[in-house]
């Protein structure tokens, strides 16, 4: 059993990545540091259980990372995908920082893949964990016990009682219990607020209860709106969230990864009113994944329908659903629930768009689309080999952008400007300070890392003295 | 082809969803063999559980494992598949359904051949032969005729060999074996897979042999365990050679060849089989299947035995106890060789084609399109 009459020098609410990197670091610095993970055991790790790699500068070849990844083409990377919607100074050290990232993380048992693996496009830039996030999960978690950090499941923090900037205590509900943990200094590492569909509703709307949760349902978003509602300067756009295009059909929470499409550069993709709405083919897939929740969030009914046929099958990963499937194309729209007729038409007028080409799925090829609105500039083959086959999308939310602000230090501002007195964050609940729009494969995972050391070495720098 | 059953299924829709995340790739043979395939048949199934060495890597790696809904549990699910497929590919085909209560079967073969070696022994000899000190040449022999250890030795080993091999040929038409011709690079690297046991190493670090913690404590014992009985089959081997070749009556003195391989074998054989039974005491439950624990308990504690009466028996010969304990002995090791084709011991057979058709798939067959 826990001690809770006793004052920790620590306390870190959150328990994934970003929550057990900053534990770690503290205990590490020397501090008494408890965890309060929302999750029971079997379900802990927030989001990063669902993740798979870490994005890294590096100089050159690493065993874990080919080539090199250097700061101004990180920086380019991270401004394009944000249309500069991002804090500089941070984003930069924050890049900087992710150099000594993997290293870090093996000193806490993770292991990495070896960059062996052609198949993997990112091989270059991002660093894969073997067997994915859960195992970089349970690796942190087997550290942080061994060097005495108190692990607390099924416990929410509720509440963060606050005063001029200067934490004391956390109310909490302790495996069902109320309780309070008393701390000398406090790192937020809870999270976004993607699983509160209330929360969602406030700027989506009706919309809301049509997206899927890709992560952990814990993500409630509660350290989050005590914090701002305590004066905690707020950051980021808080209608903006990272969502990719998900199987219509996935659970509507904590589906994780197997649950996302890449069919939609091989195929056509129409809404509820069978429209094409975006050019399926603008950019190779890493390069657009991330874009099409939210395209798809914007559509009526928050529906998509990827259309493709026989000759498209093997250009993408097998879907852990079957595809809907018929020999006509009028009957695969019967089976769907669109209007026959109108997606023959579109199907008709987008194969007499293609002009010929060469088809290659893993490059940017020539088979392109003319005089048609919007066009679908690569991979456009006619859709004409039956079976046809219909993927239904829907958004899959990954995590939101609103956060707390944070400095350099990862110190958590007020909003009347100056630094809380003994509150850090790291991880989600502040990744909008860099991160105002769009994503980076494995950023988020990066950030946690990067920040959940600062916050935890600053916050037993500070108990110390 | 008969109706699938319901383990066949399963694999299948957990399959489905691994080919659609693939984050365990880096762990063993299975996934990259996975991930050659977009549709599983009940052969590729067989195949890929064979492949399995049962490691649960993947299970603490996976995000969907339980309490998720989706509930993958690769080592499980393949554990009882592999012994699904035992069953099917026994031969003489009746003797499969002894697969369904391997435990009991075990434990009762064992008793029965215990039994029968001892009643043999007092029938064939009077009490004070069978209880009086015996040296010298020969001293075996005057307990249970030479004649009779050699056929009962014969008979049951050769009726081993057979059923595992028509077992291996059933396992061979069903999964259509290699799938083709095998270059001696592939086969090179099968052997070195199967001799190393390279997929129980999850990687590199080791696999999670009790917990979501790596170690190599499985692979060692299981090698142990391995190492051991081969050397108590050389020890065996040697054994006749001398006395057919050179006319060199056991019992053989201590130093000698056959007594110190049979020795060094018996010892690990029990490190081995206790190491391996105390793991599977202790392991987390979650990706273990009841359903086979008690046939791998069973030859688990048969193997223990055969090597603790061997070294009992070396330690008593020159006492009275000597006639007892070969009569347990070589009981417990003809029952093994009777009980071998409808036991855990056919997983090696089975691995073995697998590992050699992997060997041949990844020289030949692409990765399906990946992300």
């Known amino acids: 059993m826990a001690d809770l009459s006793r004052t920790y020098d620590v306390l870190v609410a959150g328990g994934g990545n970003a929550a057990l990197c900053a534990a770690i670091s503290a205990r590490r610095a020397g501090a008494s540091v408890v965890v309060a993970e929302h999750a029971p055991r079997a379900m802990r790790g927030g989001n990063s259980r669902h993740t798979r790699n870490l994005r890294a500068l590096h100089a050159g070849p690493t065993g874990v990372l080919t080539g090199s990844y250097l700061e101004e083409e990180y920086w380019d990377d991270l401004y394009r995908v944000t249309g500069g919607r991002t804090d500089e100074a941070l984003a930069r050290m924050c890049i900087r920082a992710s150099e000594h990232a993997p290293a870090f993380l093996e000193s806490c048992g993770v292991v990495f893949q070896p960059s062996l693996s052609g198949t993997l496009s990112l091989s270059r830039t991002n660093a894969f964990f073997l067997g994915g996030g859960k195992a970089l999960v349970n690796a942190l978690y087997r550290t942080a016990e061994r060097l005495g950090v108190v692990i607390l499941y099924d416990t929410e923090v509720q509440h963060i009682a606050l005063k001029d900037g200067f934490a004391t205590e956390a109310v909490v509900s302790h495996r069902g219990f109320p309780a309070r943990i008393r701390f000398k200094a406090f790192i937020a590492s809870a999270g976004g607020f993607q699983a509160n569909r209330d929360w969602l509703r406030k700027y989506w709307g009706e919309a809301a209860d049509n997206f899927q949760i890709r992560g952990t349902p814990y993500a409630r978003g509660r350290v989050l709106r005590d914090l701002l509602d305590q004066g905690v300067q707020e950051v980021g756009d808080a209608t903006q969230f990272h969502a990719v295009a998900n199987d219509a059909r996935a659970p509507t929470e904590d589906g994780g990864l197997a649950m996302r499409l890449d069919c939609v550069p ?35 009914g928050q529906m998509a329908f990827a259309i493709t046929d026989a000759k498209a099958r093997t250009d993408y990963l097998p879907p852990v ?5 018929a020999d006509t194309i009028a009957g695969l729209a019967a089976q769907i629930g669109l209007d026959p007729a109108r997606l023959e038409k579109v199907v008709a007028d987008y194969n007499a768009a293609v002009r010929p080409g060469t088809f290659s799925a893993q ?24 079976p046809y086959y219909c993927h239904p999308l829907r958004p899959g939310i990954t995590f939101t952008f609103l956060g707390v602000k944070v400095n350099e230090r990862a110190r958590i501002m007020m909003a009347d400007g100056r630094p809380s007195a003994n509150m850090f964050a790291s991880g989600e609940i502040m990744s909008g300070n860099i991160l105002g729009q769009g994503y980076l494969a494995g950023f988020g995972m990066t950030i946690g890392t990067v920040f959940g050391r600062i916050a935890g070495e600053e916050a037993a720098k500070l108990v110390r003295n | 082809m008969a109706q699938e059953s319901e383990t066949v299924a399963e694999a299948r829709r957990q399959m489905e969803i691994c080919n659609a995340c693939r984050y365990c790739e880096g762990y063993c043979a299975v996934f990259p063999a996975m991930a050659m395939r977009r549709a599983f048949t009940a052969a590729d199934l067989t195949h890929l559980a064979n492949l399995c060495h049962g490691c649960k890597g993947c299970y603490h790696a996976c995000q969907y494992a339980p309490p998720h809904p989706f509930g993958v549990n690769i080592p499980l699910t393949f554990a009882e598949l592999r012994q699904e497929g035992y069953a099917r ?97 592939g086969a090179g690297e099968a052997a070195v897979d199967i001799l190393t046991m390279r997929n129980l190493g999850g990687g590199g670090h080791g696999c999670n042999d009790v917990d979501d913690g790596f170690s190599q404590r499985r692979r060692w014992l299981h090698q142990a365990l391995f190492l051991g009985f081969m050397l108590c089959f050389a020890a065996t081997t040697t054994g006749a050679l001398y006395h057919h070749l050179l006319g060199w009556k056991s019992p053989h003195a201590f130093l000698s060849l056959p007594v110190e391989l049979g020795t060094w074998g018996g010892v690990l054989m029990l490190i081995g089989a206790a190491g391996l039974m105390q793991t599977k005491i202790i392991t987390d439950p979650g990706p273990v299947s009841r359903k086979v624990l008690g046939g791998e308990f069973a030859m688990l504690g048969l193997l223990f035995l055969i090597a603790a009466t061997g070294l009992l028996l070396l330690a008593l010969r020159h006492t009275g106890a000597m006639g007892v304990m070969l009569a347990l002995h070589l009981g417990l090791v003809f029952a093994f060789f009777l009980v071998m084709p409808y036991s855990k011991m056919v997983h090696g057979l089975y691995r073995g084609i697998a590992l050699l058709r992997n060997a041949k798939e990844k020289r030949t067959r692409p990765v399906a399109a990946s992300a």
Not at chain 2, 97 to 105: E, I, P, Q, S, Y
Not at chain 2, 111 to 139: C, E, K, M, R, S
Not at chain 2, 163 to 178: C, H, K, P, Q, V
Request: glycine content about 10%.
């Open chain 1, 363 to 386: 490059t940017l090829d020539d088979c392109r689309t003319e005089g048609l609105v919007p066009p679908k500039s690569h991979w456009a083959r006619r859709i004409d080999t039956p």
């Open chain 1, 266 to 300: 091989f195929s056509i993709v129409v809404n509820r009113d069978g429209e094409r709405f975006y050019d399926e083919g603008e950019d190779v897939w890493p390069k657009r994944y991330a874009i099409w929740g939210r395209l798809i969030a914007q559509q009526p």
């Open chain 2, 89 to 185: 590919h026994a031969w003489p085909a009746p003797m499969g359904r002894l697969f369904a209560r391997n435990g009991t079967v075990v434990s009762l073969f064992a008793a029965a051949g215990v039994a029968l070696a001892l009643i043999l022994a007092a029938a064939l000899q009077d009490p004070a032969v069978l209880y009086a000190a015996q040296t010298g040449t020969g001293a075996f022999f005057r307990i249970i005729p030479y004649w009779l250890m050699v056929s009962l030795a014969t008979l049951t080993f050769g009726y081993g060999v057979v059923a595992m091999a028509m077992g291996a040929r059933n396992y061979w038409r069903e999964t259509g074996g290699l799938g083709g011709a095998l270059s001696p690079a």
């Open chain 1, 321 to 325: 659903f079957p595809p809907h499937a």
